[in-house]
């Protein structure tokens, strides 16, 4: 059962933001591995940022300077700053905690893997870019 809830998703022009958050329910976010990953329709699901447990962040190289990972303790969620976006940013993004089996999934689609590899995920918010 997925216990993290995305919101922040929408339709926007190119060259516009959006930021999502990820929301936990019934826990808090301690000092685990946070993720976003995205899926668009007949691709597999994709990777797109990271903080990892000791605080380090990556990013996929195609949201590299146009994205940002962060987290609030205080509001105990985390987000993902996306300005500058593209046409082919447009997917279903999904977030995730607490990696617990790491290499455990056949990433056909996000909803199957996130599940098998962490502990927590959520069931995604739309993002469509048009340009």
């Known amino acids: 059962v997925s216990q993290l809830m995305e919101s922040g998703g929408g339709s926007v022009q190119a060259g516009e933001s959006l930021t999502l958050t990820c929301t936990p329910s019934?826990?808090?976010?301690?000092?685990?591995?946070l993720s976003w990953y995205r899926q668009a329709p007949k691709t597999e699901c994709e990777y797109v940022a990271t903080i990892e447990t000791d605080g380090s962040i990556a990013y996929h190289d195609a949201v590299k300077g146009r994205f940002t990972i962060s987290r609030d303790n205080a509001k105990n969620e985390f987000y993902l700053q996306m300005t500058n976006l593209k046409r082919e940013d447009t997917a279903r993004y999904f977030c995730?905690?607490?990696?617990?089996?790491?290499?455990?999934?056949?990433?056909?689609?996000?909803?199957?893997?996130?599940?098998?590899?962490?502990?927590?995920w959520g069931q995604g918010t739309q993002v469509s870019v048009s340009s």
């Open positions: 995730a905690a607490r990696l617990i089996n790491p290499g455990g999934a056949i990433w056909t689609r996000c909803e199957w893997a996130l599940g098998k590899v962490f502990e927590y």
């Open positions: 019934g826990f808090t976010l301690g000092n685990e591995k």
